[in-house]
């Protein structure tokens, strides 16, 4: 799955682009600006030149007033003024006759001939002769700026001639000045008349124009990093009141608000509370909704506490009337025989009733001081020995169950699962665990009891009871911890339950910071508590994780000695018990 980004990588990001977006408008319109500037310059100096090539060369004065002919006249003389690789070809008829290639400071000594591909390319450019620049690529010396002027000696409004455009041919249209004729450019010679190209190359105004652009490039670059990181330090200042809105919501959340006294003071502070920003709106909405919750929690505590001490009085106040009538069913037990069977039967379900109804408010009791918090009595606690005294008693509660037939086995560890607990209340876990066991199961059921140690890995030490009844049904099982959660008539048995002895195994295990959870299927339901294990005992637990024991079959357990001493409880071979009725 794609990790979403977060606002702070979201809005840096959209800032660098932007920059970027803007940066590189700015640098193509700068660099747009720059060649066109620099094209300028170059078409100026190209301008110059061509002017001088117009001239007429030295000596076609002395020629034009009678003097000696054949004097030094050169065409292409001008070149000598020009720049580095700066050309000059004489054009007739639309070829190249001769041409110039400045390759040095002087250009009688410095100069080249054109190569035939570099004529032919500028034969092939189509250079019309308007006076105006234009581009051709030359092969070996790469772009140049060109211009096609009059051969210098020629006069404005000649006679006709045939000057024509590099690679066109003469025609019909007269140029400015010029006779009726064949066409001619302006100045144009009779005849077929000569014109210059004259050219200078593009390579300076090219480099300037790239290292222009590189330097935009480096400048942006640096400047989109530059920004990015001064963007993520700003961005992650500006959220930090934000940051801090959302761990008061975190530290909210991690409360335990499902029960119990809530004193719920967090708030965002006012500095974030500030409704003229937006984050000061997120924070202001935050301390509002949370006043309404701890409003709403005080309200839940008040109505809770009511409750726990209604229970609590009612409790307390139905113990005296419940003991008086279990003491008068009893002494009627004197005089029974004189009786019908009808109302023997009626005086013993009124005293079982009452003790049920006792037991029901004892629990009652004991849950309303658990939910009140009040403190335990913690101290290092073997689970070894409990288990083992909880399980005879269960034993012999079985026996005395007319048609009880259940097994019994203990599985221990070889070493002291201890736990800082409140052993009382431990007993009680084990005593309601085991009355669940028997009394919701059918005769013939094997209970498993087992104790596991706890290791590095997991400092939990884990009790688990286990029978291979019925199962509880899907439909029960999420609720088999509330108070007076009842499953259905199949698992009853002759004797009724109060309802609250799981509810109370999960309140004390609770209490002492452990979790208690059940797994049902038919043939197999254990109820498994976890507890924290004693820092000081869990480590030595590592190197002993096994069981060992016997098989007893119906031979009673004496188990006087391992009930009141924990250490005889694991130096002996009673860690795995199993007894059949």
């Known amino acids: 799955m794609k990790r979403p980004w977060t606002l702070r990588t979201r809005l840096v990001v959209y800032a660098v682009t932007l920059i970027a977006v803007v940066a590189a408008v700015i640098g193509s319109v700068t660099a747009i600006a720059f060649q066109s500037y620099m094209d300028g310059k170059l078409d100026d100096q190209l301008r110059d030149i061509a002017r001088v090539a117009q001239q007429p060369p030295p000596g ?46 002087d250009a009688r000594e410095s100069t080249e001939e054109l190569t035939d591909a570099q004529k032919n390319a500028l034969e092939g450019a189509d250079v019309a002769p308007d006076g105006e620049p234009h581009d051709v690529e030359l092969p070996g010396l790469g772009r140049y700026r060109v211009q096609l002027v009059p051969s210098g000696g020629t006069s404005v409004g000649g006679a006709s001639g045939g000057d024509s455009p590099v690679g066109g041919s003469s025609g019909g249209g007269t140029a400015a000045g010029g006779a009726s004729g064949g066409g001619t450019a302006a ?69 335990p608000l499902h029960s119990g006294e809530v004193a719920l003071l967090e708030r965002v502070p006012d500095a974030e509370a500030d409704p003229r920003t937006e984050v000061g709106q997120v924070g202001a909405a935050l301390n509002r909704m949370l006043g309404h919750v701890g409003s709403a929690l005080e309200a839940r505590q008040k109505s809770e506490t009511r409750v726990r001490q209604f229970v609590a009085d009612a409790s307390h106040e139905l113990r005296t009337p419940l003991a008086s009538i279990r003491g008068y069913a009893e002494l009627t037990r004197r005089g029974r025989e004189n009786t019908g069977p009808d109302t023997r039967h009626a005086l013993g379900r009124i005293e079982s009733e009452a003790e049920r109804m006792t037991g029901m408010v004892e629990d009652l009791l004991l849950l309303a001081r658990l939910d009140a918090g009040r403190p335990l009595s913690y101290e290092s606690t073997d689970l070894s020995p409990l288990v083992i005294d909880a399980v005879s008693d269960a034993r012999v509660a079985d026996r005395t169950t007319e048609g009880a037939a259940h097994h019994w086995r203990l599985e221990l560890p070889e070493v002291p699962a201890t736990v800082l607990a409140d052993p009382t209340r431990i007993q009680q876990v084990l005593v309601n665990l085991l009355a669940n066991a028997r009394t919701h199961t059918p005769p013939g059921t094997t209970v498993t009891v087992r104790v596991r140690q706890a290791r590095r890995e997991l400092p939990w030490v884990t009790l688990e009871v286990e029978d291979n009844g019925p199962g509880i049904p899907a439909e029960l099982q999420p609720r088999v911890f509330e108070r007076f959660a009842r499953g259905d008539a199949s698992r009853s048995r002759h004797a009724g339950s109060t309802g609250l002895g799981l509810a109370i195994v999960q309140a004390v295990v609770a209490a002492h910071g452990g979790v208690a959870e059940v797994r049902s299927v038919p043939g197999s339901t254990v109820f498994a508590v976890h507890l924290p294990a004693d820092a000081v005992y869990a480590g030595g637990a590592e190197n002993h994780g096994g069981t060992q024991g016997e098989q007893l079959g119906d031979t009673p357990l004496n188990w006087a000695n391992t009930a009141g001493d924990a250490s005889a409880a694991h130096s002996q071979t009673h860690h795995r018990l199993s007894t059949r009725m």
Do not use: H, Q, W, Y
């Not at 050169?74 to 054009?91: D, K, M, Q, S």
């Not at 920004?227 to 409360?255: D, H, K, Q, W, Y």
């Open 60 to 105: 076609s004065g002395k020629a034009a007033r009678g003097g000696p002919e054949g004097g030094d006249e050169e065409p292409l003389a001008f070149i000598g003024r020009g720049a580095f690789n700066t050309f000059g070809a004489v054009v007739s008829g639309g070829s190249v006759t001769e041409s110039k290639v400045v390759k040095g400071p």
């Open 187 to 255: 100045g144009g010679a009779s005849g077929g008349g000569t014109s210059v190209l004259v050219g200078i190359p593009t390579a300076e105004v090219d480099k300037a124009v790239t290292t222009l652009i590189l330097v935009e490039v480096c400048v942006t670059g640096a400047g989109l990093i530059a920004a990015g990181i001064a963007g993520a330090a700003m961005v992650g200042v500006a959220l930090r009141p934000l940051r801090r809105v959302a761990a008061t919501a975190t530290r909210v959340s991690e409360l």
